[in-house]
C-alpha cells in the first residue's frame, strides 16, 4: 500500500558521516510520522530517530548529538543525518512511516526493504 525508498547506505569510516533518505509513496489518507530503526545481526530491531508531521523529533539515547532526523511533509520523505559515526552503528537502517489508510481507516505502520550501513575502518 505504500511503497518506501531508501538511499544513502554504504561504507563509511568509523567518525565519518552518511545520510540516509527515504521516500514514500501510494495510497494513504495521511502520514502521521516516519523514523528510522535499525537492526543488527542477532539483535531486535530498535528504534533510531522518529519525527512526526508536526515536526516533533524523538532520538534513541546512542544517537542523541551525533544523528538528526528532518522531513519534508510536502515531497513525504525522511532524511537522517548520520555523524561521528561508530563501528557500534554498523546495522540494516529501515525507513518506517506510521500512515493512516485503508477503509475502514486505521493506522499502519509500513517499511522500507533497509540499507546496509557499516562503520569500519
Known amino acids: 500500500q505504500v511503497h518506501l525508498v531508501e538511499s544513502g547506505g554504504g561504507l563509511v569510516q568509523p567518525g565519518g558521516s552518511l545520510r540516509l533518505s527515504c521516500a514514500a509513496s501510494?495510497?494513504?489518507?495521511?502520514?502521521?510520522?516516519m523514523g528510522w530503526y535499525r537492526q543488527a545481526p542477532g539483535k531486535e530491531r530498535d528504534l533510531v530517530a522518529t519525527i512526526t508531521s508536526g515536526g516533533s523529533t524523538n532520538y534513541a539515547d546512542s544517537v542523541k548529538g551525533r544523528f538528526t532526523i528532518s522531513a519534508d511533509n510536502a515531497k513525504n520523505t525522511v532524511d537522517l543525518q548520520m555523524n561521528s559515526l561508530r563501528p557500534e552503528d554498523t546495522a540494516v537502517y529501515y525507513c518506517?512511516?506510521?500512515?493512516?489508510?485503508?477503509?475502514?481507516?486505521?493506522?499502519?505502520?509500513?517499511w522500507g526493504q533497509g540499507t546496509q550501513v557499516t562503520v569500519s575502518s
Open positions: 518506517n512511516v506510521n500512515v493512516r489508510r485503508g477503509w475502514p481507516l486505521r493506522n499502519y505502520d509500513d
Open positions: 501510494g495510497s494513504f489518507f495521511m502520514i502521521n510520522a
